[in-house]
Each structure stands twice: as C-alpha cells, then as structure tokens.
C-alpha cells in the first residue's frame, strides 16, 4: 500500500464514508448523524472522513448525489424499465418502500430538505436538481402514454409519489402506497382517454339520424 493510499485510512475509506452516511443518515437523520459515529461506522478516523469530505454538509451532498447514480431510489428507476409500457411504468412507481430496522423512512431527498430548512444551500440545490429531474422524466413517460396533457399528468403523479412518501414515512404504513396507485390509475385512465386522437375522432363521426 503507498502512503497516499494510507494516508486516507486504505482503499474503499471514501466508499465506506458514503455507505455509513448512507446508512446513517438515512435512518438516524442528517443532524442527529456526528462526525464521530460515522467515522465510527466507516471504519475510519475522523481525521481520514475529513480529508474525504471538507465538511459534514459536503458528505451530505455526495450521499445524496450516490442515490442518483451508484444507489438509485427503487421507485424511481421503475420509469427506466423496458419491460412494461408507459403506462405501467407510471403505476409503478407507487411501488410501497421498504422498511428499514421495521421503520419508514421515505424519501432520503425529501428528508434531507426538510432537515436542511433553508439552512443547507448547497443541499437544498441537490434536493431541487434530482425533484426537477424526477419530475421531467414523469412527464416524458406521461407523454410516451399517450397523455393529452403530459405536463399536467406528471405533475399530479408527482404529487401523488410525494405525499405518499411522506405519509408512510409519517404513519409508518406502506399500505397508503395502494392508495396512492389507485388514484394514479384513475388520472392517468383519464388523461389517456382524452387524448387528441380521441377526441378528434369522436368529432369526426357522423350524428346518427
């Protein structure tokens, strides 16, 4: 091992740095997480998780960028899939989370803004990116299912996602996940039969005498 390598408490420290705030965060909450108890879990010393990451905030950025790309939110990357058609792919995506130590915690982008309050810039402008992102790729797969108004659509079942999150995180219940499914299939049944194709089909029937 050279000393650049030991200097940073020896290979995989950054990688295990990022799966203890992974876990940590996510289940303990941003500000309740020291330095220390991630150090901790990380196997490192504080000093080698400084060296990683200037400040406790930056880790909090890099955890958040490890769910959009290394460890993506399962309920999310349903809209990737191509195994089934669009409008399935929106469906599901109320996919019901999975509980961790037997608790809820939801959505790790809506709890670290909620946890941030204003007071965490460069978190806040994370969260934002990956909402707006989420969001777009919605739309596109309302638009792909044939949606009249995809933009519309997409922000509803955006809405729907959120708010179910946030109660079974609240509640501790992923049964309102079955909820939230049943009233997205309602809007998008609704938002396909009204497409323009259908509509200007209809009109262009002849009136029965």
Known sequence: ????????????????????????????GIHATGVAALAEEAHVSTRTLYQHFATKNALV?????????????????????????AAERLLAIFTPLEAHDAVLRGCPFHNAAVEAAGALPGVAEVVEEHKKAFLARIIATAREAGAADPHSLGRQLAVLHEGANALAASRNDNTVFADARRAGQTLIDAAISRTPTSTARRSSRKPTT
């Open 1 to 28: 091992m050279n000393r650049d390598t030991a200097s940073v408490g020896g290979r995989g420290a950054r990688e295990r740095i990022l799966r203890a705030a992974d876990r940590l965060f996510y289940q303990q």
């Open 61 to 85: 950025e890099a955890y958040l960028r490890r769910h959009e790309g290394v460890v993506p939110i399962p309920s999310e990357m349903e809209l990737e899939r191509d195994d089934l058609p």
